[in-house]
């Protein structure tokens, strides 16, 4: 392996333009597909084969008409004045008659007059009588009204008790993200200026949102603050941008490829989110550990830099070759749990992996090789010429004091790096789970304060109705008004039931939907309560008015895919695990280390757990990342923090601990190993933690609350595991181990390939050549350079 990446590193060196090419024309293409193809983006959340999507999906086919998008607008009227004052009720009903002539919105008015001219002869009028009757008045106390004009209900709309505030409730004729771009906001533009006549404010629900949005200012800082790292530890803006440069590639080539893509399978929000983030971090911390090592090949053993970089990308190239492979493991278990929208997460993020290693393999010799001996800058070498012969960079560093101290103090260090982890791990135990609301938005928002408005007017379930498809048993004969007022009575006597009301029914009368409004709000334990309540109520209601009952909605969703999510992470878990356990164990030859990486990424996941239930759900410290909502942790994010902190985990353990194995297997002892790994390698781990953190740490200022516990996960993850796991914890295990920690037994290691990671077999076939003299024109750097 080192040989080969040793011969392909000076390959793109001495030729870069040929790699420089390819990659310009890849570039080229992806982008040139993104101009010619619209890109579409989804917040839904489709977990296929749960009770809640196959009702779903039944609707569907069975009631086409109901399966667009769910539209929601509140109008909060004026202080001091009513919806029922003339000049705002004037407002409010020419708001609404925009939103139902806007374009891709189904104008209900249309289809109840043809009912309505029908008279008693009509299956949904006679329906909708039945189903009052029999729900009567709501149980909340806030009884909404039905907006009239000359003594007709408005369809759609419902004012508060008090007056204050109207509640919209519309289709599209499409899902919201199939939507074409600018339908959703137009339809809140043309609601906008029809209310403002008569002093309305309109709040749109968390639902009317556009394509979200991936790449914001926190995000751009966090790349910003990435730059100043690099800059920082490289010393030379030349060798910082390199990084960048490989990192921007990458995203371009990965997230782009996947947005082509849009077209024919869903592309989520989190999904290009994800990529996003891995894409960035990956990139850069790839990149910055080969520059790293050229460098250091350059300042201490005096080679050219074409030398350099090719011994660079054959050692520790080979160790970001499996770095990348381990996370690539990670994210691939996630295909074995049969979820679309997470293999499609998987696959999208696996690939973006996968084109950063391959940039940092071909294209960033190829830079360099542009690039030539200016990656050093003139002051580091001078400080390189005046150490003494034989002295490396890496022996007098913070580092190595850092890492001689863990040695010594090996037993409080292990105590230290094990207790911290499990008392944050301590709230997780607390952690609830559920999907995205307007709750979760913070308070300056219109999402958060459309949910606000509707909790306080029309009560907290009007967030969240459960939906109650209600068919025949026999599918040639229609549901009658009797059928749909007894099961209306069954289930307005479960306990939390504030209101039930028809919501829509098919034309042959077959399928009809209730709106079922619980008296808590959608992440609510009580409406968890009353969805069990309903599944367990369905059977009996079923049996006696030959209908079948499935129930969905957002709560009913929620509690599906938690409960599916739960279910499939064991195995997950344990599929991953497996698979990187395999891997750890061919490219450290040793019994000990994959399993102590293991376990110590184990403590980081809890930890990372807990203190995210903590800031999110607890409301602890939320000012410092400005948040002001509480809400439970996203249903998906357990899942896909654990295979993206365990791939990223097992980045920082090859960079540290192949270091340490590299010395070892050059002849120091396991401590002097150890110690003069950590001196190499710690630098590069700490500046690599620090880009990922800030990278991450971006995507918290997203207004998304899913992408917003991503980011803020993904970053404690990465600063509890870089720093307090692989820092400390990992060596001071090593220094307890001593030679132990690469014990392999003999049957074991004759089986195993010996895939010189270290460059062991490259030192030994194509041995270090003579140090080469510094050009002259190197001896100063260029006036581009930051000198550090």
Known sequence: MSVLLYRLGRFAYGKPWYVIGGWLAVVAAVVGLLVATPVKVSNEVRIDGTPSQRVIDDLARSLPEASGGQGMLVFKAPEGA?????????????????????????????????????????????????????????????????????????????????????????????????????????????????????????????????????????????????????????????????????????????????????????????????????????????????????????????????EATGRAIGTAGSAVFFAGSTVVIALAGLLVVGITLLSTMA??????????????????????????????????????????????????????????????????????????????????????????????????????????????????????????????????????????????????????????????MNTAGTTAVLGLVPDSGPNDDATKDLVADVRGESARISESTGTTIGVSGFTALAIDVSDRLADVLPLYVATVLGLSLVVLLLVFR????????????????????????????????????????????????PIIITGVLYGLAMDYQMFLVTSMREAHVHGATALDATVTGFARASSVVVAAATIMVCVFAGFVFNAQPMIKQAGFALAAGILIDAFVIRMTLIPATMALAREKAWWLPARLDRLLPDLDVEGDKLARKIPLPRPAAVPSHAAEAPKADLTS
Request: glycine fraction near 10%.
């Open 347 to 504: 696959v999208v993020a696996a690939a973006t992996i996968a084109v950063a290693v391959l940039l940092v393999l071909t294209l960033l010799p190829a830079l360099l090789g542009l690039v030539k001996e200016r990656v050093c800058p003139a002051r580091a070498r001078r400080r390189a010429q005046r150490r003494p012969a034989g002295a490396e960079s890496a022996r007098h560093t913070r580092g190595a004091r850092w890492g001689a101290r863990l040695v010594r103090h090996k037993y409080p260090a292990f105590a230290a790096a094990f207790l911290i982890p499990v008392i944050l791990a301590v709230p997780a135990a607390d952690m609830r789970m559920g999907l995205p609301s307007g709750a979760g938005y913070n308070t300056d928002t219109a999402q958060r304060q459309s949910y606000d408005l509707v909790s306080d007017a029309f009560g907290p379930g009007s967030n969240g109705p459960l939906m109650i498809a209600v068919n025949s048993a026999d599918t040639a004969r229609p549901l009658t008004p009797a059928t749909l007022a007894a099961v209306t009575a069954g289930l307005r006597d479960i306990k939390g039931a504030t209101a039930v009301s028809l919501a829509g």
């Open 590 to 637: 040793s019994v000990m280390v994959p399993v102590t990486a293991t376990l110590g990424f184990l403590l980081t996941i809890a930890a990372t757990f807990g203190v995210t239930t903590a800031v999110f759900q607890w409301g602890w410290l939320q000012e410092l990342i400005g948040l002001d909502a509480t809400a439970p942790v996203v249903s998906l994010l």
């Open 82 to 306: 009513r919806i029922g004052d003339e000049k705002v009720r004037s407002a409010l009903m020419a708001a609404v008659d925009a939103v139902y002539r806007h374009d891709h919105v189904i104008d209900l008015r249309e289809a109840l007059a043809v009912e309505a001219a029908k008279g008693d002869s009509s299956p949904l009028l006679r329906a909708q009588a039945a189903v009052a009757q029999a729900a009567g008045q709501p149980s909340s106390g806030r009884t909404p009204v039905p907006l009239r004009v000359d003594g007709a209900p408005v369809p759609g709309v419902v004012v508060s008790a008090d007056g204050s505030a109207a509640l919209m409730q519309f289709q599209f004729d499409e899902q919201t993200y199939e939507l074409p771009s600018g339908t959703i906001d137009g339809t809140v533009e043309a609601a906008e200026r029809q209310a403002a006549r008569g002093g309305l404010k309109v709040l749109p629900s968390a639902s009317m949102m556009e394509i979200p949005e991936v790449v914001g200012v926190g995000e751009a800082v966090g790349v910003v603050v990435a730059a100043i790292v690099l800059l920082v530890t490289l010393g030379s803006v030349v060798a910082a941008g390199l990084p960048l440069v490989i990192a921007l590639v990458g995203v371009t080539v990965g997230v782009g490829g996947a947005f082509t893509l849009s077209t024919v399978f869903e592309i989520h929000s989190l999904t290009a989110v994800l990529a996003l983030m891995l894409g960035l971090a990956v990139g850069i911390d790839y990149a910055l550990f080969i520059v790293a090592r050229e460098r250091r090949l350059i300042l201490d053993d005096g080679l050219d830099a074409h």
